[in-house]
């Protein structure tokens, strides 16, 4: 079985500080790849950022990069500048591929977080 | 434009009854999932499916049914064997098997008892 653990139910930062999110991950499959998505309070699921497994290089996306350490099985979200419309809750997610097909996105318990203006 | 549809946006359900929310894509993707959401909680995986007529059980499987009988649609019964059925439910759908391609999701159906 694969899990995603997200150690933060909370974030509070003022507005355009930066702010990392942490994520660790468990999957015995090699090949993987770990998302962050966002949901604000319409409650839409949004994604942020994406990265392979197999890729070294850090995923990024404007204000968005990731920290990925494959051999600490660790997945950290920075958001840089941030701003008011990037309260929401955080969600990591992870899907494996094992056989050749996905089994669906294994999720982390989600880091709210805040920006205070 | 191309999306995913889910409906109704709230739905209840009495003792006993069987109910179906319904998730639309025209986004030609092949496969769909159905994931449900407790207050403070993840998403948690239900069902999937790769391919028209066939779909594999997720982690929390027990109490819902589904079928595929189209590449746009999935629909998601919640039996009356699912004794805690109050949440949030979203559905997705992603392309092509294997690449690693994001997952779109619907804006979500929420089921309550009455």
């Known amino acids: 079985a694969q899990t995603v653990t997200q150690s933060q139910p909370e974030m509070s930062v003022q507005e355009a500080e930066t702010v990392t999110l942490s994520c660790t991950y468990d999957?015995?499959?090699?090949?993987?790849?770990l998302f962050w998505y966002k949901q604000p309070p319409s409650r839409q699921m949004i994604l942020v950022i994406r990265?392979?497994?197999?890729?070294?290089q850090n995923a990024t996306e404007n204000r968005f990069s990731v920290n990925f350490q494959k051999a600490a099985k660790s997945f950290s979200l920075k958001i840089s500048d941030s701003q008011l419309g990037d309260t929401a809750m955080y969600f990591c997610?992870?899907?494996?591929?094992?056989?050749?097909?996905?089994?669906?996105?294994?999720f982390g318990k989600g880091t709210h977080l805040i920006i205070q203006p | 434009d191309g999306g995913i549809t889910q409906s109704p946006k709230y739905l209840f359900r009495k003792e006993g009854q069987n109910v179906t929310l319904s998730c639309e894509q025209n986004?030609?993707?092949?496969?769909m999932y159905w994931y449900r959401q407790d207050p403070g909680q993840g998403l948690r995986l239900i069902y999937y499916?790769?391919?028209?007529?066939?779909?594999q059980k997720g982690d929390i499987a027990e109490g819902y049914s589904v079928s595929r009988e189209k590449k746009e649609s999935f629909p998601l019964t919640v039996t009356s064997a699912q004794k805690n059925p109050t949440a949030f439910y979203l559905c997705?759908?992603?392309?092509?098997?294997?690449?690693?391609?994001?997952?779109?999701f619907g804006d979500g159906t929420r089921l309550s008892i009455l």
């Open positions: 997705a759908s992603s392309s092509h098997r294997g690449s690693g391609q994001p997952q779109h």
């Open positions: 999957t015995s499959e090699n090949n993987y790849y």
């Open positions: 990265q392979e497994a197999y890729k070294q």
């Open positions: 997610a992870l899907v494996s591929y094992s056989g050749g097909g996905a089994d669906g996105l294994t």
């Open positions: 986004l030609n993707h092949d496969a």
């Open positions: 499916s790769q391919i028209v007529n066939d779909f």
